[in-house]
C-alpha cells in the first residue's frame, strides 16, 4: 500500500477567516473616524483613540491571518446552525415588539415559537411552560421586584 | 492589624445583619444553581440577575452578586464531576479526574474533596484579600492620571501574556472591546462618536447587555439543538466522606491551588478559567503519581478546584484598591456598584468601609453557606440536570431578554445583545477567547480619559511617563512582559503555557 501523501493544510484556516475579518472591522473604524478631528500626537482628539485601536486591529488581525497551522474554516461544523438562526430570529422578535405588544405576550409568542415549532414539545407542555414563565415572570419581575417591564395593549 | 481586625468586626456585624445574611445565602444558591446549569456561567448569571438588586442597597447589591459568582464556582464542580458537563469554564480540567473518580464510583469523595478544597482555597484568599487591599488602596491614592494609563496598558499586556489562547487573538479581542468602548460622548471633548444617530449610544455601549451576548446568549447559540439528557448519579450522603488517604494527598494541592490561584487572579483576564488550568498542569508534574492523572487521581480535583475559587476572590483585590477591574465579572459587580452612585476606587475603603467591609465578611460567611449546600445538598442541585434542555433554554433566552431590558428599560440593549451573541458565537467557533473584549470595554474610557488628561497635565509631553518613577515602574514591566512574550517567537518552541501544562486539554 502507497504511503499517505501529507495534505497541504487549508488555505482558509479559522484563524485567516478570524483574522480578515477583524482588519475588515479596523477598515470601517478607520473609515468611520474621518468624521471626526483626529488632534496631534501632543493633543489627541476624539477621534485619535478609534483610529490608534483600528490601527493595531489591523496590525493584530493581519497576524492573526499570517498565523500558520490551525484548523481549517471547511472543516468547522454548522450542525447547530438552524436552531441558532431561529434562537437569533427569536431575539430580534422580542427587541421589535418589547414595547409594541408589552412583555407578556412577547415573552408568550418567543416561548410558543421556540417549545413548540422549533423543538416539537407536547402542546400541554408548550402552553404549561409558556403562560408560567411570561406571566410568571412579569409578576415576579414586577410586582415583587419592582423592575419596570413594558405593558401592551388591553393592560396585557 | 488592628486596623483591620476592627474593620472586619464591622464587616460581620453587616453580613451578619438578618437582612444582608438573607441575600448572601440566596447569592450562593442561586449562584449554585447557575454553576450547576450548563450554558449559563457566572457572568451570563451576575448580568442577568443584576435588574433584580436595583431595590436593594449597595452592599446588600454587592453582597448577592459576589454569592452568585463563588456559588457558580462551586457549583460548576458538581456537575464536572458527576456528569462530564463543565457548568463554568473553570471547571473544566475538574471532568477530568473528577468524573474518572465518579467512574470507579468515587464521586463521593471526589464531589467532598472539591467543596472542602473550595472552602479552604476560598477561605484562604479572602484572608488575603483582606490584607492586601487595605496597603494597595492607601498606595493607590497616589496615582494620577500618568500612572493609571501605565496601570491599564500593564493590565492588557498582563491579560495577553497570561491568557491561555495565543497573544496576538487575544490581544485583538482586547482592542475590539477597546473599540467599542470608544462609541458614545467623548468625555473630553464632547464630541458625539460612531452612534450613527442612535441617541441610546450616546452613553456608550453598556457591559450588561455585551457581557450577556457575549456569553450567555452565544454559549445557548452554541448548545441548542444538543438534546442528549444526562445521566444523573446522585451520592448519598455517606458516601461522600472521604477516606484519610484522599484528605492527605489533598492537602498540598489545596493550599498550592489556594495561593497560586489568589495572585492568578489579581491579574486581569480570565483568571479563574487560567488557574485551574495552571494548578492542574502543575500538580500533574510535581506529582510522585503522574499516571494517574486522568484516571481518577485526587490531586487533579483539588488542586483546580482550590485555584479557580481562590482566584474569585483574588479578582477582587484590584477592583477593590484600584478601582480597576481585572477581568468581566468584577467588571459587571463595578458596574452594578456604579448604578447604585458607589464609585469604585482607591477611595472607597475610606469611604464606604461597611460597604468593603461588609462585602469581605460575607465572603466568609458564603463559604461556609457554600460548604453546607454543597454536600448534604448535591442531589437537589443535579436533579435540575433533568429538565431537557430543550425547555430549559427558551426560558433561559426570555431571562436574557429581560435581564437585559431591565437595566435601561432600552430595546437598543437588547439589539446589542443580539448582534454580540451572534459576533460572539461565530468568534467562538473560531476560537477567540470572549473575556478581553468585556475587559477593553469597561478599561477603555479609562485608558483614553487618563491618556489625554496625562497629555494635558504635561502640555503634550510624553515624557510625563518617565519621569513618574510609579507609571515608568509599570511601563518598563509593560516593555519587559511585550519582550518576553515575543520571545518564543523569535526563539522557537513553547512558552510558560506549555510549560505549566496550560497546553494541556482534558481528555
Excluded at chain 2, 82 to 98: F, N, Q, W
Excluded at chain 2, 200 to 225: C, H, M, N, Y
Excluded at chain 2, 381 to 402: A, D, G, H
Aim: a neutral charge; glycine letters at 12%; charged letters at 10%.
Amino acid at each position: 500500500m502507497p504511503p499517505e501523501r501529507p495534505t497541504a493544510p487549508a488555505w482558509w484556516s479559522n484563524d485567516r477567516v478570524g483574522g480578515v475579518i477583524l482588519i475588515v472591522i479596523a477598515g470601517l473604524v478607520a473609515l468611520d473616524t474621518t468624521t471626526l478631528p483626529i488632534g496631534t500626537l501632543a493633543r489627541p482628539g476624539p477621534g485619535y483613540a478609534p483610529l490608534i485601536c483600528a490601527l493595531i486591529l489591523a496590525a493584530l488581525g493581519l497576524l492573526v491571518a499570517l498565523r500558520r497551522g490551525g484548523a481549517p474554516f471547511s472543516g468547522l461544523r454548522w450542525g447547530e446552525g438552524r436552531h441558532a438562526a431561529l434562537i437569533l430570529g427569536a431575539g430580534a422578535f422580542a427587541a421589535l415588539a418589547l414595547e409594541r405588544i408589552g412583555f407578556r405576550l412577547t415573552t408568550l409568542a418567543i416561548l410558543v415559537f421556540l417549545l413548540g415549532v422549533v423543538e416539537r414539545r407536547p402542546p400541554l407542555a408548550v402552553a404549561a411552560v409558556a403562560l408560567a414563565i411570561s406571566f410568571g415572570g412579569y409578576y415576579l419581575f414586577w410586582n415583587i421586584l419592582r423592575v419596570p417591564l413594558p405593558i401592551g395593549p388591553f393592560g396585557i | 492589624m488592628i486596623e483591620t481586625l476592627q474593620n472586619l468586626a464591622l464587616g460581620f456585624s453587616v453580613a451578619l445583619s438578618p437582612h444582608v445574611l438573607f441575600y448572601a445565602v440566596l447569592g450562593c444558591i442561586v449562584g449554585t444553581l447557575v454553576g450547576v446549569l450548563p450554558g449559563l456561567g457566572p457572568l451570563a448569571g451576575i448580568s442577568l440577575l443584576l435588574p433584580l438588586t436595583f431595590g436593594l442597597s449597595p452592599t446588600t447589591a454587592i453582597v448577592l452578586l459576589a454569592g452568585i459568582y463563588y456559588g457558580a464556582m462551586y457549583g460548576g464542580s458538581t456537575t464536572s464531576i458527576l456528569m462530564r458537563i463543565p457548568g463554568e469554564a473553570a471547571s473544566v480540567m475538574t471532568c477530568v479526574d473528577g468524573y474518572a473518580m465518579t467512574q470507579k464510583g468515587r464521586a463521593g469523595p471526589a464531589l467532598a474533596i472539591a467543596a472542602l478544597g473550595s472552602f479552604v482555597a476560598g477561605t484562604l484568599s479572602v484572608v488575603a484579600l483582606m490584607l492586601l487591599a487595605p496597603p494597595l488602596a492607601a498606595f493607590a491614592l497616589r496615582f494620577g492620571p500618568p500612572e493609571y494609563t501605565a496601570l491599564l496598558l500593564l493590565g492588557l499586556i498582563i491579560l495577553a501574556y497570561m491568557s491561555s489562547g495565543a497573544m496576538p487573538k487575544t490581544l485583538a479581542m482586547a482592542t475590539l472591546g477597546l473599540v467599542l468602548g470608544t462609541i458614545g460622548i467623548d468625555a473630553m471633548s464632547g464630541f458625539i462618536r460612531f452612534t450613527h444617530g442612535v441617541t441610546e449610544l450616546g452613553d456608550g455601549i453598556g457591559i450588561v447587555p455585551v457581557a450577556v451576548g457575549l456569553f450567555g446568549l452565544s454559549e445557548i447559540l452554541l448548545t441548542a439543538g444538543k438534546d442528549t439528557p444526562p445521566q444523573v448519579y446522585k451520592p448519598k450522603l455517606r458516601e461522600l466522606v472521604p477516606s484519610g488517604e484522599d484528605v492527605r494527598r489533598s492537602i498540598a494541592p489545596t493550599l498550592r491551588g489556594s495561593v497560586l490561584g489568589f495572585f492568578i487572579g489579581i491579574i486581569p483576564g480570565s483568571a479563574h478559567i487560567i488557574s485551574s488550568f495552571v494548578s492542574y498542569g502543575i500538580e500533574k508534574r510535581i506529582s510522585k503519581r503522574p499516571e494517574e492523572f486522568g484516571h481518577g487521581a485526587v490531586e487533579g480535583v483539588a488542586g483546580p478546584e482550590s485555584a479557580n475559587n481562590a482566584a474569585a476572590s483574588g479578582a477582587f483585590v484590584p477592583m477593590l484598591a484600584l478601582g480597576v477591574p481585572s477581568g468581566p465579572i468584577p467588571a459587571v459587580m463595578m458596574a452594578a456598584l456604579m448604578i447604585h452612585g458607589v464609585a469604585p476606587g482607591p477611595l472607597l475603603m475610606e469611604q464606604q468601609p461597611a460597604l468593603v467591609w461588609g462585602f469581605i465578611a460575607s465572603m466568609y460567611v458564603g463559604n461556609i453557606v457554600l460548604l453546607i449546600l454543597n454536600l448534604p445538598m448535591v442531589g437537589l442541585f443535579v436533579n435540575l440536570l433533568r429538565i431537557p434542555y430543550s425547555y430549559l433554554y427558551p426560558c433561559i433566552v426570555v431571562f436574557c431578554v429581560i435581564g437585559v431590558y431591565a437595566v435601561n428599560s432600552s430595546v437598543v440593549d437588547v439589539w446589542i445583545m443580539i448582534v454580540t451573541g451572534a459576533v460572539g458565537y461565530f468568534l467562538r467557533k473560531l476560537d477567540f477567547d470572549m473575556a478581553p473584549v468585556v475587559l477593553g470595554l469597561i478599561l477603555s474610557p479609562m485608558l483614553e480619559l487618563s491618556l489625554r488628561q496625562s497629555l494635558a497635565m504635561s502640555a503634550g509631553d510624553y515624557g510625563i511617563f518617565l519621569h513618574r518613577p510609579i507609571a515608568a515602574t509599570m511601563l518598563a514591566a509593560v516593555v519587559m512582559l511585550f519582550v518576553l512574550s515575543l520571545w518564543p517567537l523569535i526563539r522557537g518552541g513553547g512558552d510558560w503555557r506549555s510549560r505549566v501544562g496550560l497546553d494541556e486539554k482534558p481528555g
